[in-house]
């Protein structure tokens, strides 16, 4: 996991622009808008990397890192990503989303993960991280 705040390139009296990405070659973007309370994730990808920008409102990103060379899970660990802010998940890192108010952010993903291939790399998991770490 990577969390990075964006910040702004360019800015003059019209506003500002922020560069998410400078000569990235990208496989898929998606916007996702969640309704607050909803969970998300809950997942892996074996071949896919994912960053997640926050565009509106916040959530809390869960997340569990695998250690290859002792081949096991390690412990959930949690931030809150809020806007103007980006997580990336690196392949083999189970992540779940709780949306802690309306919200808007953009998937940017690099491997299989759009259109007929949305679900081909998603191995999902049980027990949820989220239900584990609130006991």
Do not use: C
């Amino acid at each position: 996991m990577k969390k990075e705040k964006i910040k702004p390139v360019f800015k003059d009296k019209r506003g500002d622009i922020a560069d998410i990405f400078y000569k990235e070659n990208i496989n898929h973007v998606a916007v996702i808008n969640s309704k607050k309370g909803a969970l998300r994730g809950n997942h892996y990808h074996k071949k896919t990397t994912q960053a997640m920008f926050m565009s509106k409102g916040s959530l809390r990103y869960y997340y569990k890192e695998y250690d290859k060379k002792k081949k096991e899970w390690g412990k959930t660990k949690s931030i809150v990503v809020k806007e103007n802010e980006m997580v990336t998940t690196p392949s083999y890192e189970i992540h779940a989303l709780e949306i802690l108010e309306k919200n808007q952010f953009i998937v940017f993903s690099w491997g299989l993960r759009g259109g007929k291939d949305y679900e081909s790399d998603t191995f999902r998991t049980k027990p949820t991280l989220i239900k584990n770490n609130k006991k």
